[in-house]
């Protein structure tokens, strides 16, 4: 699965698309439910520069 979300990603910023990655240390598959505060602030912080 990583994998193929790697590859889409990839497809996306090749095609020109604008493509932020964060590493939330701890979290697995669920980072939103597992760190929430980390979420929201990543999230806030790239709508922020969009």
Not at 11 to 36: D, I, K, M
């Amino acid at each position: 699965m990583v994998a193929q979300t790697r590859a889409a990603i990839d497809r996306y910023a090749a095609a020109g698309g604008r493509v932020r990655e964060v590493v939330v240390e701890g979290a697995g598959r669920s980072v939103r439910l597992e760190r929430p505060e980390e979420f929201l602030a990543a999230l806030v912080e790239t709508l922020d520069g969009a």
